[in-house]
């Protein structure tokens, strides 16, 4: 699943740098799931102190993005198969909940042109600015939805992991994203779950056929 809220927009400073580079790099493929974080090359990186840079790992670690162990530093988490599927089952009905909201939204007569601009958007993007399109997009569906607890949960969920480490192995959204922005804007709650459900679905049942390097082990 394209899912990118955790990255932000606007400027950033001290740990907020850290933060938003390393969700960025996941994206880019700069930073890969399993890959140690080492302080000094943090700290020479981004100009940061030390603290400073142990306070965006702490948040990072806080969101699940990192673990920080005794005596090895931080390392970029790796999900295992059943991690990454728990994780994309608590994403599938959180998503179809948004859709359906945004669509009962257009229903009752929001204006669903955002959504449709940032999908476009999303869709021309270059590479490197997929991330930022992808949040975009991400954000014009939840605020379309008008749920604020959606706003709040779908960006702490670990998708982006599941991206980063399905890189060369997930399908393309693209297709998946043009019948669920054509759903909601055409006022169909019912359509648009079961296109946004439909997509995670897809991801869940591509998972057992991987190889285990993808993997971290159960």
Same mark, same amino acid.
């Given at each position: 699943m394209e899912h990118g809220a955790l990255v932000t927009e606007g400027a950033a400073s001290g740990p907020e740098t850290l933060v938003r580079?390393?969700?960025?790099? @996941?994206?880019?493929?700069?930073?890969?799931?399993?890959?140690?974080?080492?302080?000094?090359?943090?700290m020479a990186r981004y100009g940061l102190g030390r603290s400073t840079v142990r306070e965006g790992l702490g948040r990072l670690a806080a969101s699940g993005i990192v673990v920080q162990m005794p005596y090895r530093g931080a390392q970029i988490r790796l999900l295992s198969r059943r991690a990454a599927t728990d994780v994309l089952r608590v994403t599938e009905p959180l998503l179809g909940l948004a859709a359906r909201q945004a669509a009962e939204a257009v229903a009752a007569g929001t204006d669903p042109r955002a959504l449709i601009a940032a999908a476009r958007d999303y869709d021309d993007a270059p590479p490197e600015e997929h991330p930022r399109a992808r949040g975009r997009y991400y954000r014009?569906?939840?605020?379309?939805?008008?749920?604020?607890?959606?706003?709040?949960? @779908?960006?702490?969920?670990?998708?982006?992991?599941?991206?980063?480490?399905?890189?060369?192995?997930?399908?393309s959204g693209r297709a998946a994203r043009k019948a669920l922005v054509a759903a909601v804007a055409g006022g169909a709650p019912d359509a648009a779950e079961i296109e946004a459900r439909a997509y995670v679905g897809a991801l869940i049942g591509a998972l057992p056929a991987l190889p285990d390097s993808v993997f971290a082990p159960e």
């Open positions: 580079d390393v969700l960025q790099g @996941l994206a880019e493929g700069r930073f890969v799931p399993g890959q140690r974080l080492i302080e000094p090359d943090l014009a569906l939840t605020q379309l939805a008008g749920n604020a607890e959606l706003e709040r949960l @779908l960006p702490m969920l670990q998708v982006h992991l599941i991206r980063a480490q399905l890189r060369l192995s997930r399908p």
